[in-house]
């Protein structure tokens, strides 16, 4: 099959996604009944509406997300979908030819080719040059199976993809709990030698939002123990059964804490 049937296979199983908040990126139709596949960063908050290859557009939720490998699930009621056939990252190798399509600086279906570069537990590395709006869209290899996820350029014309196996552990095993914050790490003055998490982004209807945590406050510890690093708020949302108290700043105020519910307890 050629590289324009090929694209033009992707394209229909490609759509464009526009966050009230976030601006736009591309995703992936995963199933028929309306599964879609993109990067968690397109779409931390914020209404969200999908257009697809034919022009129509439907809203769409977040049916699951995991920030820390870049991918969320969607999930939309349009009909008639056209989804992706889904290939096996584990088998690429350095070297294949590869394919992306996305939704690039307002170029709806734009199609670029490349080479996987290198392959990596984490990411594909390939050659295919990419810009923003190719995120969330698809890479596929020479028969047209997405094998991954587009989500990053990096120094040196390279681009990043999640690998398609990522997305399959994502689709059966429960998401992750996510507190729903853009953190960056910062020092603060301590003694103790930790670090801090300074919010700069809340999600709507997010755990943190729920909290009243706001944008500019440092979180420092989580269940009593000070942050070492970025790793441990995640490790605190993980064991922290159904509450789970933040410790945080906020300005030059002394130290506060918050209780966020995890999980509710199940009905008798």
Known sequence: MSIGKIGEQLRRSTVQIRSSRNG???????????????NAHIVRSGELHIELWDGRTA???IEKRNSRRDLAILRTDAGDLTPASAGDSDRVRAGEVVIAVGNPLGF???LSTG?????????IQTTVRLAPGNSGGP???????????????VPGGLSLAIPISDVRRLLTNPAPIELGVTLEPVRIRRHDGGIALLVLEIAADSLAEYASLRPGDVLV??????FTSIDDLRDSLERGGQLL?????????????VTVRLRHEAAA
Do not use: C, M, Y
């Open 24 to 38: 736009s990126g591309s995703g992936v139709i995963w199933n028929a009944s309306g599964a879609i596949v993109t």
């Open 59 to 61: 809203p769409a939720r």
């Open 108 to 110: 709806t279906g734009a």
């Open 115 to 123: 080479v996987v570069h290198a392959v990596g537990p984490d990411f």
């Open 139 to 153: 890479l596929a290899d020479s028969n047209g199976n997405v094998i991954g996820i587009n989500t990053a350029i």
């Open 221 to 226: 510890g989580a269940g009593g123990r000070r």
């Open 245 to 257: 108290t933040i410790q945080f700043l906020r300005g030059d105020s002394k130290p506060r804490e």
